[in-house]
């Protein structure tokens, strides 16, 4: 079904207003100096979650709970530092697509909502680093540099930018929820930063989903064609970077690259979740024409695809729908 302008117009309206509505301020709804919120790097609620590959793995249960503690709090911040390293990028590709949108625009509206909201994001992740004591890198130095060319696609091809986008925010948001669904007793502090940033995502990771659905049924055969084989690789390598450590964390913890590459790089476990964290994404690809006996190969080449991704597996539906909902539910305040 393709979308009207007026119903794509009204829809990003309601997201804006919902941003003026409902939204955080890091230094105002966060306690940072409640001493409940203190950051004790031994404290056991660090300890990795069961989300994370590592955490079941032989070698890190056989660590001290000092150190299964101090890893955990490592491995936060730094899947804090990547989540302000990709915002920042996402917003200079968002003021870039700005840049040329028309007067009366309802995306311009929107766009600037989102880089307000992803600014406060920025804080908030980089003053979690900063307290954690940690010197957390995030991305690996490959991908901080090439990261650098990533905003320049939110000018000269928005769409696949926008999926680009997406392939951040999604894998971020699934490890986010499932870890506060899992309902571990972790640490008060980072289950504020998590409640906080789900809440707000679910309006970015609509409108990324609206525009493409609107923008992408518009685009001539060729372009979608291209776009369709942009997607996978896009997909697997945002997935991967938002996911896995950076080699640093080895290299401070001692940990043997033999349990790097088992826990991250070669278990079913972190195939399984990198595959998952794209679902919602290949389910989009099909809804809007962009999976074809080519890219569906793409897909299957780079290991992320799953039989039934188009008919969507129940625990996909379950998710697609709960991404659908554009405040999810709130923080108390
Ligand atoms: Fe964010
Ligand atoms: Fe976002």
Redesign the pocket.
């Known amino acids: 079904m393709t979308v009207t302008d007026l119903d794509y117009e009204k829809a990003l309206r309601r997201l804006s207003k919902a941003s003026v509505e409902k939204h955080w301020e890091p230094f105002r709804d966060i306690p940072w100096d409640d001493p409940e919120y203190a950051i004790d790097p031994a404290d056991p609620r660090w300890e990795l979650p069961r989300a994370d590959p590592l955490s079941a793995h032989p070698w890190y249960l056989a660590q001290p709970a000092e150190t299964r503690a101090a890893i955990g709090l490592y491995r936060q911040a730094n899947v804090a530092k990547v989540g302000m390293q990709f915002?920042n990028l996402?917003n200079r590709g968002l003021l870039a697509f700005a840049w040329r949108l028309p007067n009366g625009s309802a995306e311009f509206r929107y766009v600037y909502h989102?880089m307000i909201?992803?600014g406060h994001?920025g804080l908030m992740f980089q003053e979690f680093v900063d307290r954690s004591g940690t010197d957390a890198p995030g991305m690996s130095r490959v991908f901080r540099w090439a990261g650098e060319i990533v905003p320049v696609f939110g000018a000269v091809a928005p769409a696949l930018y926008f999926f680009g986008v997406l392939a951040g925010?999604e894998p971020i948001d699934h490890m986010q929820r499932r870890v506060l669904r899992d309902g571990e007793e972790g640490h008060p502090l980072i289950t504020r930063i998590m409640a906080i940033h789900v809440a707000?995502?679910a309006r970015?990771i609509s409108f990324g989903r609206r525009y493409l659905r609107y923008h992408v049924p518009r685009m001539a055969a060729p372009s979608r064609f291209l776009l369709s084989l942009g997607v996978p690789p896009t997909a697997k390598v945002m997935a991967t970077v938002i996911l896995t450590p950076p080699p640093a964390m080895a290299r401070s913890f001692g940990i043997p690259k033999s349990v790097v590459r088992q826990a991250y790089w070669r278990s079913d476990a972190s195939r399984d979740t990198i595959a998952d964290a794209v679902g919602g994404l290949r389910d989009l690809c099909q809804e809007i024409g962009l999976i074809n006996p080519v890219s569906k190969r793409l897909w299957q080449a780079l290991g992320i695809w799953r039989d039934g991704a188009g008919a969507s597996s129940r625990q996909n539906r379950a998710r697609n729908g709960r991404r659908e909902v554009e405040t999810a539910p709130l923080p108390e305040g």
Do not use: A, V
Request: aromatic content about 0%; hydrophobic content about 10%; glycine content about 0%.
């Open positions: 915002e996402l989102e909201e992803e994001h925010e707000e995502e970015h």
